[in-house]
């Protein structure tokens, strides 16, 4: 007979988000990320077909925008400001927010993590993209669930997602340093999506537009 540890089960989360927080952090303020995936100053047709269709359901002609895990705000950032986006930008990289405000100068950018970002502001749309597999799995349901507090009501989500279930992957050699992973498989993703009282639309998968990887875009509508 199996018995659980919910205490133990608990603190081993606690340290897997901790482990993957510094490693996360000190990735992003010493790799080569920017060189390796931000050199382009513009959108591919299948990312600015998915960001046009964000905005085209937000009701507002300046809407305000959160990116969660904003990086150095290359592309994406910059292309929402230039569809006159009020923008604000957290991420837990000192030096990607740093580039993010010599790269997008009119755009309010916060060094944070976002589980400790409070505000009593709220937004219309939320960007959160390559972002939400960096955090454990098991917190996934916290940003979600913060993220809708912080929404106007039908507020808007774009971000994007892996389909394969992984605990925890481990790379040694991404952009020239240590990095993780952590994301639940496409169906349970989708299940704690309803739970936490989002509905939701497939964009696409990237892979299917040319990408050499598999992410899968979701517009997210929180109910009025």
Same mark, same amino acid.
Request: hydrophobic share 35%; proline share 1%; aromatic share 22%.
């Given at each position: 007979m199996h018995k659980s %540890?919910? +205490? +133990?089960?608990?603190?081993?989360?606690?340290i897997i988000n901790r482990i993957m927080t510094i490693c996360v952090r000190h990735s992003y303020n010493t790799n080569d990320y920017n060189a390796c995936?931000?050199?382009?100053?513009?959108?591919?047709s299948f990312e600015e077909k998915c960001i046009a269709q964000f905005l085209s359901v937000i009701n507002n002609p300046t809407p305000k925008i959160l990116d969660v895990g904003c990086g150095s705000g290359k592309p994406y950032d910059? %292309?929402?400001?230039?569809?006159?986006?009020q923008l604000v930008g957290v991420d837990i990289s000192k030096k990607q927010i740093e580039l993010a405000r010599l790269n997008a100068p009119s755009a309010?950018? +916060?060094? +944070?993590? %976002?589980?400790?970002y409070n505000t009593s502001e709220k937004f219309d749309g939320v960007i959160m993209l390559?972002?939400? /597999? !960096?955090?454990?799995?098991?917190? !996934?349901?916290?940003?979600?669930?913060?993220?809708?507090?912080?929404?106007n009501d039908g507020g808007k989500v774009l971000l994007n997602v892996r389909k394969e279930d992984n605990l925890l992957k481990f790379r040694h050699d991404f952009c020239g340093k240590?990095? /993780?992973?952590? !994301?639940?498989?496409?169906?349970? /993703?989708?299940k704690i999506l309803r739970e936490t009282g989002f509905k939701f639309e497939f964009l696409g998968d990237e892979k299917n537009?040319?990408?050499s990887e598999s992410h899968v875009w979701l517009l997210l509508h929180k109910k009025n």
């Open positions: %540890f919910p +205490i +133990i089960s608990c603190l081993s989360s606690l995936y931000r050199k382009r100053e513009y959108l591919t910059q %292309f929402l400001l230039s569809k006159n986006c309010k950018y +916060i060094n +944070i993590n %976002f589980l400790r390559y972002s939400l /597999f !960096h955090v454990s799995r098991e917190y !996934h349901r916290s940003f979600l669930e913060k993220i809708y507090s912080m929404l240590s990095m /993780f992973w952590s !994301h639940y498989d496409y169906k349970t /993703f989708k537009s040319g990408s």
